[in-house]
């Protein structure tokens, strides 16, 4: 055999192998980056692409986005905006979230890191780079160096003087540095630094990247943009059925809410304190309209958000979520704010879209949990969890919308407490006058057990009765479903570890 065809031979054998393969094989595919928007009271009424939105308000850039992946049609991400946060960046529910303590002139707030650790450190530690931008609500340590590679943050529990400010001159740490006040509209300052985030200006373009935008939007004082504040002139919103009660078949302390009045024209007024949230006198209509002109800025600053994606053809490589802390009333059950178990106080918009991964156009009816957030973006990046989560991982309902789901929502309000200050239902704090409570769902049931000895249980069927006005657990018919639904309650108690669980008030109906 001849030097030439001995040397053919060997270069068709080494060719057809494995080592020769991988040299052919595309490169390892990037680390998806994760744009988390997260926006502040924002019900999901306040965007258009919801069946039960207000009418003719519009939001085009989030329901752009809807169709550009999956909208799901409920999600309970908190009772108020701590525990919410907190829940978001340990993957725990509040009554787990260790040395969390507010004292001191509200929001001040401290945790210790080694007690309650927030998952971002574990990204930034496997190779993502970090970055927060906007409002922080959970301890004054902010977490720049340890959690987050990058930062501009409002900080409300390290300056409460300050914390008022949620659309005025705020002071801003970019990057742990000394705060400085910063004029501007808030909401475009947000989306003018993720823009530049997005871009790369303010990061490592080699890494893969996470990124968590906190809109102070649209949390009171409501006060739009000035291109915005004529906005919707003819803006009329439903009174309430049980704005001024009666409230039949709610607990006690929802028979008592007593912030709304009647106005001379007849139009519900608010006649709360007056403080920097709301503005005593306030008509409901007035309020509901401001809100939803605060939500503007946001929406154009989604679009600005995809229009930066696309740009830096990233788009198709970054998982997209938007949501919300928690929604809002309007004088349902009598609220004019959060805190309590319905979904008119605590029901948020969740939107998901990464094209060519997560299907378009498509609407998800499984209900889901603050806590569903770590493990999912958990499962995104392909790293293990780094400690046990109450969460589920969310990525299968993204992939198909439609796929059999069992598996619970559950969300809890403990006040002001958390971790182990969490375990003695009789020692509660109650905001508002509203005292804790444990909720779940399964499907379109949805049980409520508000903490106090003797107070009724309360069951609804949000399919016949969305606006739960209907207390089912009082109808005799309904106790199998009661009965079933308190037990698996308690069952999810358990499993994520409730101190509370085995001190829970005997229930009237029990």
Known sequence: MSRYVTLLLFAVWFASTPAAYAQKSDPPKKKPNILFIYTDDQSYRTISCYPEAYRDIKTPNIDKLARMGVRFQAAYNGSWCAPSRASILTGHHPFSVQSMTFKGQYPSSSYDPALCRYWPSVFRRLGYFTGQIGKWHTGADAGFGRDWNYQAVWNRPAHPANSPNYYKTQLISFNGAKPREVEGYSTDNYTDWAVDFIKGTSRDKEKPWFLWLCYGATHGP??????????????????????????????????????????????????????????????????????????????????????????????????????????????????????????????????????????????????????DFAPTFFRTAGFDLPWKMHGRDLTPLFKNPDAKWTEPMLITHTGRSFGKDADDPAKMDLIEGVPWWVASRDGKTKYIRTLVENEIEELYDLERDPHELTNLALQPEHRATLQRMRALTIAELRRCDAGFVTRLPRAKTE
């Open 222 to 371: 409501f006060t739009p943009a000035t291109r915005h504040k004529n906005a919707y002139p003819d803006f009329k919103c439903d009174t309430p059925a049980d704005l001024f009660g009666p409230r039949t078949g709610k607990p006690d302390y929802v028979q008592k809410m007593d912030v709304w009045a009647k106005g001379k024209d007849g139009q519900p007024v608010y006649k709360g304190k007056g403080d920097y949230q709301d503005k005593e006198g306030m008509t409901l209509n007035a309020g509901v309209r401001q809100y939803n002109q605060c939500a503007m800025a946001i929406d154009e600053g989604i679009a600005r958000l995809l229009e930066a994606l696309e740009a830096s053809g990233q788009l198709e490589n970054t998982l997209i979520v938007f949501t919300s802390d928690q929604g809002y009333a309007w004088g349902e059950h009598g609220f004019r704010h959060k805190l309590g178990p319905y979904d008119a106080t605590i029901r948020s918009p969740l939107i998901v879209a990464m094209p060519g991964t997560i299907p378009t156009g498509k609407t998800c009816p499984v209900p889901v949990s603050g806590v």
